[in-house]
């Protein structure tokens, strides 16, 4: 190894396509977690830090190809970890699409998508990362700055489609397009009761307690509260049972906006025991509410780099365990 003359060795970085499109002090700070940024800055600007060969500044774009060299102490450069927390989460996960850019997983109710600090490391994220590493599509020591990540979120006692970028450019690509609202999310619910017309677009407001982590619906808008647009189309009525099952399309995504909402017009999701009816639920024996996403059609309306293959793209679940040939399985 090269020596500088504080003695610490030279290195090289070549940059990956995970690690391209990004800022060079981002990258750093991101690759070499211990390290103060001040320290980075004074890197760059006597040159133990250069491009390509040559000095340069924290603002520059790296890109897929580019060397970085690095004349640092050794003590930023972390140890290869031999055991990793995604591998303690389960091998379990149901696959309903992949490619090279993203996989599409069948989420089951009970199973959480991100681990927080109530839960264990068995969660989809961590899951999927497992079945990556495993398949020898994601090296975390190689990947020091992406992870695959997880595009949508799932409630704990939803089901449904949830999406996972493999890469950072799909990642980006992805989350842009799910902002945008050119990922379109349908669902299938069951309701109390027979609604009053076959179809509607209800739109009404939505606020958000935190610490409660409930939400509240609203006709007219009130301080802190966020437009809702909740498109549904009923399938099918059980007279016997009175119940509905529907299926719901979110215009807007609002923390339980589906859950909330139906119980607003005065038809609560059977199992939802914080905005439903108790005593339906005790009656059917359902402690979940019985909401699944179910349908996922992609629907560009603008760019989408090397994912405009998907553009037009539907993908279902065939199997939504409350539904049986458009009518309600209980």
Same mark, same amino acid.
């Given at each position: 190894?090269?020596?500088?003359?504080?003695?610490?060795?030279?290195?090289?970085?070549?940059?990956?396509?995970?690690?391209?499109?990004?800022?060079?002090?981002?990258?750093?700070?991101?690759?070499?977690?211990?390290?103060?940024?001040?320290?980075?800055?004074?890197?760059?600007?006597? %040159?133990?830090?250069?491009?390509?060969?040559? *000095?340069?500044?924290?603002?520059?774009? #790296? /890109?897929?190809? @580019?060397?970085? $060299?690095?004349?640092?102490?050794?003590?930023?450069?972390?140890?290869?970890?031999?055991?990793?927390?995604?591998?303690?989460?389960?091998?379990?996960?149901?696959?309903?699409?992949?490619?090279?850019?993203?996989?599409?997983?069948?989420?089951?109710?009970?199973?959480?998508?991100?681990?927080?600090?109530?839960?264990?490391?068995?969660?989809?994220?961590?899951?999927?990362?497992?079945?990556?590493?495993?398949? %020898?599509?994601?090296?975390?020591?190689?990947? *020091?700055?992406?992870?695959?990540?997880? #595009? /949508?979120?799932? @409630?704990?006692? $939803?089901?449904?489609?949830?999406?996972?970028?493999?890469?950072?450019?799909?990642?980006?690509?992805?989350?842009?397009?799910?902002?945008?609202?050119?990922?379109?999310?349908?669902?299938?619910?069951?309701?109390?009761?027979?609604?009053?017309?076959?179809?509607?677009?209800?739109?009404?407001?939505?606020?958000?307690?935190?610490?409660?982590?409930?939400?509240?619906?609203?006709?007219?808008?009130?301080?802190?509260?966020?437009?809702?647009?909740?498109?549904?189309?009923?399938?099918?009525?059980?007279?016997?049972?009175?119940?509905?099952?529907?299926?719901?399309?979110?215009?807007?995504?609002?923390?339980?906006?589906?859950?909330?909402?139906?119980?607003?017009?005065?038809?609560?999701?059977?199992?939802?025991?914080?905005?439903?009816?108790?005593?339906?639920?005790?009656?059917?024996?359902?402690?979940?509410?019985?909401?699944?996403?179910?349908?996922?059609?992609?629907?560009?309306?603008?760019?989408?780099?090397?994912?405009?293959?998907?553009?037009?793209?539907?993908?279902?679940?065939?199997?939504?365990?409350?539904?049986?040939?458009?009518?309600?399985?209980?």
């Amino acid at each position: 190894m090269c020596y500088n003359l504080s003695g610490d060795y030279m290195r090289t970085i070549t940059i990956n396509k995970n690690d391209s499109g990004q800022r060079l002090d981002k990258f750093l700070l991101k690759r070499f977690k211990t390290m103060p940024k001040s320290l980075m800055h004074k890197y760059l600007r006597t %040159k133990y830090i250069k491009l390509n060969g040559k *000095k340069t500044t924290p603002e520059v774009f #790296v /890109n897929e190809g @580019d060397v970085l $060299t690095l004349y640092i102490k050794d003590e930023f450069f972390e140890e290869t970890k031999k055991e990793y927390e995604f591998m303690k989460a389960s091998k379990k996960l149901l696959l309903v699409y992949e490619d090279n850019n993203l996989l599409l997983i069948d989420k089951k109710p009970g199973v959480i998508v991100h681990q927080d600090k109530n839960y264990d490391t068995d969660c989809i994220v961590n899951r999927v990362q497992r079945y990556l590493f495993e398949k %020898k599509e994601y090296d975390p020591e190689a990947d *020091k700055a992406f992870s695959p990540a997880l #595009v /949508n979120r799932i @409630d704990r006692n $939803t089901g449904g489609i949830i999406i996972g970028a493999k890469n950072a450019m799909a990642l980006r690509v992805l989350n842009e397009k799910v902002r945008t609202r050119e990922i379109r999310k349908f669902y299938l619910c069951v309701v109390k009761g027979k609604l009053k017309k076959q179809k509607d677009t209800l739109k009404d407001y939505l606020t958000k307690n935190e610490k409660s982590n409930t939400v509240k619906v609203s006709k007219n808008e009130t301080k802190n509260s966020k437009e809702i647009i909740t498109k549904y189309n009923v399938i099918s009525y059980d007279k016997e049972r009175d119940l509905s099952l529907c299926e719901v399309e979110l215009l807007t995504g609002r923390t339980h906006q589906i859950r909330a909402h139906m119980a607003y017009i005065g038809h609560p999701l059977l199992g939802d025991e914080k905005y439903g009816d108790k005593a339906l639920n005790r009656r059917f024996h359902q402690s979940s509410q019985l909401l699944c996403s179910y349908k996922l059609i992609f629907d560009f309306k603008t760019g989408a780099d090397e994912l405009e293959y998907l553009n037009g793209k539907v993908f279902t679940l065939d199997d939504v365990w409350f539904v049986m040939n458009k009518k309600i399985k209980l």
